[in-house]
């Protein structure tokens, strides 16, 4: 095989993981600390860091006009030119999770992906990826649309323009979901929420237990007056619908064709995947 038509081996990328991995988690929590955020910020600036999270693990009944989450996945896979499915989830190999599955890997999307190393996975067509993503579904994973200049540096992946990745999160082992809750602020900026999206509580069914407050992992719920309250830096993954006992929390998406188009133009101004 011919070393320079592709980037490093799985082997390669798991030892630089492994020793990067410090240095990563040590950024982002010092991202908010006087001095050292001047330094760390700019790595996490637009348009090199952009992250947004779709919530697929979440069951939303809707009428038809309104998109579902894994209609919107779905519109961005069949829009793409070439998807990459990676077979392991790197983060989750790196730290043993036990809570979810290993075997559950990202997706790379676009032509940027023609210098991904066979050895960590293999090219799939539309469908293939689709049955994928009901996988990490089914797994309660988030699906997180991610545009960050990490990615293509570990894998080797030279046209960063022409390239985004569809990685499937957890909370407990996640390098973009872990550490963000006393973030900075460009570290705060570079997770947005999908456009069109929003959460809501039930006063009459939130018994102020806390529990999403304790799982939100961007730290965006308060509880005020015994009741669950959702912030403006919320980011719209859904766990906090998905973990609640009472079922007082609800997720809300805008008309179909509008998120849609609001989310295709926002992957359009940071890369070119079709």
């Not at 095989?1 to 990563?24: F, H």
């Not at 996988?135 to 960063?160: E, M, Q, S």
């Not at 919320?234 to 007082?248: D, S």
């Amino acid at each position: 095989m011919n070393p320079l038509r592709y980037g490093p081996n799985k082997t390669i990328v798991k030892v630089a993981l492994r020793l990067s991995w410090p240095i990563m988690i040590a950024a982002k929590k010092l991202s908010n600390y006087p001095v050292a955020k001047w330094f760390i910020n700019p790595f996490f600036a637009y348009p090199y860091n952009e992250v947004t999270a779709i919530p697929i693990q979440v069951e939303l009944q809707a009428p038809d006009s309104v998109a579902l989450p894994g209609q919107v996945v779905e519109h961005i896979i069949r829009r793409t030119s070439d998807i990459f499915i990676l077979d392991e989830c790197i983060c989750r190999v790196k730290m043993s999770c036990s809570n979810h599955p290993q075997k559950i890997g990202c997706m790379a999307l676009g032509k940027g992906v023609d210098r991904m190393h066979p050895s960590h996975g293999r090219r799939a067509t539309a469908d293939e990826a689709l049955e994928h993503v009901e996988k990490a579904a089914a797994a309660g994973l988030v699906a997180n649309v991610a545009h960050v200049w990490i990615d293509p540096l570990a894998f080797g992946l030279t046209r960063f323009s022409k390239l985004m990745f569809i990685c499937f999160c957890d909370d407990c082992c996640c390098l973009y979901r872990t550490h963000m809750r006393e973030r900075g602020p460009n570290l705060d900026k570079a997770y947005k929420k999908l456009p069109g999206v929003s959460i809501s509580v039930a006063d009459e069914k939130c018994n102020g237990c806390g529990i999403c407050a304790q799982r939100c992992f961007a730290a965006a719920i308060d509880m005020e007056s015994g009741k669950a309250m959702i912030g403006d830096s919320c980011k719209g993954c859904g766990r906090c619908v998905e973990v609640c006992p009472e079922r007082a929390l609800s997720l809300h998406m805008d008309e179909q064709d509008k998120i849609i188009e609001q989310i295709m133009n926002r992957i359009e101004m940071v890369a070119d995947i079709t």
